[in-house]
């Protein structure tokens, strides 16, 4: 039976502290019952359960009054800190919900978005300052598995292909034509172009197959025009190896003109004939959607390449 008892008995709720905290403020029952917009009955037998479930008073009742005991003073201070504590926990979960606050976790490629993505950053964060933007610069390879699995919210870079992008969506946003990159003391430093037919002699610095496989589909197609292959000399897993691989003369690189902005006179870059097809660079997120927060960040991209 006494278990029976301590089942029955009422557990104190969110709404009993209201009802309490209402009371104490009013130091009037029916004052209190019109602002919470309950009966006067009802609002008294909630604070009667809230003493019971507490195994004490908390108010001294008289005729037109009630009086906060000992025991009510401390109970009211401590359960308007626990309302406060609730309400900022609902304003937080709100804002993260509909991206107002918060965290957005963007992967880049940074050769690829130099011209976009500073602008498209301080667009965001003049019109989100709550939400915090982490940018990882990863390969394409680790862009798309963390869009998969939620580390990442957005990631910008070349269009994969269609069975890479198994399970996300791409939105093009630009094109960056491709040329050749070299060290300025290397014969083709002075020509305006370089013919395709003349690589076929040249080292090749490129980006890591393994990372970044799209970038050797590209290269294959390009070279396959004059029925050759591009003879890679050393393969590179980020931008600034790559850089610096081609300025001390280990070979020439096929780079977008976004790489220009990145190296400034430490390489020469020059126009390819025939010119090979641009890149498509572009936004990727999971076909689940986009977060909003993700959404407005997306929408400043496509305002910064509408801009320019």
């Known amino acids: 039976m006494h278990h029976a008892k301590e089942y029955a008995r009422p557990r104190m709720e969110l709404r009993h502290l209201r009802y309490f905290v209402a009371v104490a ?3 009037n029952v029916s004052r209190a019952a019109l602002k919470l917009h309950v009966s006067q009955p009802a609002l008294s037998r909630q604070i009667r359960d809230l003493e019971e479930e507490l195994g004490f008073a908390l108010l001294e009742r008289s ?37 107002g606050r918060g965290e ?24 989100s300052p709550n939400v915090r933007v982490l940018l990882h610069d990863l390969s394409t390879e680790e862009m798309l598995a963390q869009l998969r699995d939620g580390a990442l919210q957005i990631a910008f870079l070349v269009r994969p292909t269609r069975a890479m992008l198994r399970g996300l ?6 094109r960056d034509s491709l040329c050749l990159a070299v060290a300025p003391k290397h014969p083709f430093a ?24 799209e970038y050797h589909e590209l290269l294959a197609e390009y070279f396959a025009t004059i029925k050759s292959r591009p003879q890679i000399a050393e393969e590179h897993d ?42 498509v660079i572009g936004a990727v997120w999971s076909e689940k959607g986009l977060a909003p927060a993700a959404e407005r960040f997306l929408k400043c991209a496509k305002d910064t390449v509408l801009e320019k």
Not at 169 to 174: K, N, P, T, V
């Open 169 to 174: 969506r791409f939105a093009e946003l630009m």
């Open 190 to 213: 002075r020509r305006r172009t370089v013919r395709l037919a003349e690589l076929v002699r040249e080292p090749l610095i490129a980006y890591s197959r393994k990372e970044y496989p």
């Open 104 to 127: 957005l976790h963007v992967g880049y490629a940074p050769s690829l978005t130099v011209r976009i993505l500073p602008p498209t950053l301080r667009a965001f964060q003049a019109g």
């Open 238 to 279: 980020g931008i600034a190896s790559l850089i610096a691989a081609v300025e001390a003369g280990g070979g020439v690189a096929l780079v977008s003109e976004s790489v220009a902005c990145l190296a400034g006179p430490r390489l020469k870059f020059i126009p390819l004939s025939p010119a090979p097809e641009p890149l």
């Open 63 to 99: 005729a037109k009054s009630v009086r906060l005991t000992d025991a009510g003073k401390t109970f009211q201070g401590e359960a308007r800190a626990v309302l406060q504590r609730v309400e900022e926990a609902l304003k937080k979960t709100r804002a993260v919900a509909t991206g």
């Open 25 to 27: 403020e009013a130091e």
